[in-house]
């Protein structure tokens, strides 16, 4: 994985910060700002895909990040002053700048950016939007993935609502990350208060069972992620599979003949063994196999149903 780079072969990368377009290396907050403190922001991670034979960079169902976060904007109390399309045309144009000509992830961040401390409340405090982009590869590491069952538990919505992705919420995730591959894992599964399978520490999880989909449901403290959405809609309408959304318990997912995790980092993938014990026979099952296929030809853009998923982003040099 290729993360955190400042230039790429056109030149320095450029950010989108306090209105404007400027070096990476100048976007910075002075350490007073309030969401370094205390996580006050909402942020999207959002792919980019290359696709080689176009000469373009395909942003993946960009819109609905982009209303997702505008929704945890309200909540967080974050006046910015930008509708979804006109992040989106931020977006297309920062992408076009920086020149990626690779896969790429987008970070759009709203954040509380007045300088105070010693301040718990939302009201009244000064609020931005940043945005960057990156290039990146294989989020996970790994083609298949060996999980844990965390022993950290996901927030519950009266303490945050984990529906949305607030900074601040992510330490839950970061520990359970920790746990796991400090274990020698790969990822972690978390369990919500109830002790219901709940979701990975940056993905959504699907098992398969006697060739149905099953997903935990949004009231078990998930995050309504637009992969896993796309995963339904895909189950559904090209494979003919049910989808069911429900509460699903820990021995389920050691039972089942299939179990994947999604998201736009991870994209899909097959969990084939969890705490010790492989999944069916420890492979990739053939419903995974096939989401997986369909997936990445849709995010590249080779898949004409679906181009209007797809954000096209064509690179050019940078003027800086």
Known sequence: MSTGQSTSQFGELQAFFRGDYVPLKDANVNIMTHALHYGTGVFEG????????????????????????????????LDIPYTADQLCDITVELVERNGHRQDIYIRPLAYKSAEMVANLKLQDLESDFTLITIPFGNYLGSDTLRCCTSSWRRVDDPMIPARLKISGIYVNSILAKTE???????????????????????ENLFLVVDGKMITPALEDNVLPGITRDTVIQLAQSELGLEVVERTVDRSELYLADEVLLTGTAAHITPVVELDNRPIADGKTGPISAQLQKMYFDIVVGRNPKYLHWCTPASPRPVVV
């Open 46 to 77: 959002i792919r980019g895909n290359w696709n080689d034979e176009a000469g373009v960079v395909n942003i993946f169902r960009l819109r609905e990040h982009y209303e997702r976060l505008l929704r945890g904007c309200r909540l967080l109390m």
């Open 180 to 202: 796991a591959t400090l274990a020698g894992f790969d990822e972690a599964i978390i369990l919500n208060h109830d002790g219901h399978v709940c979701e990975g520490s940056g």
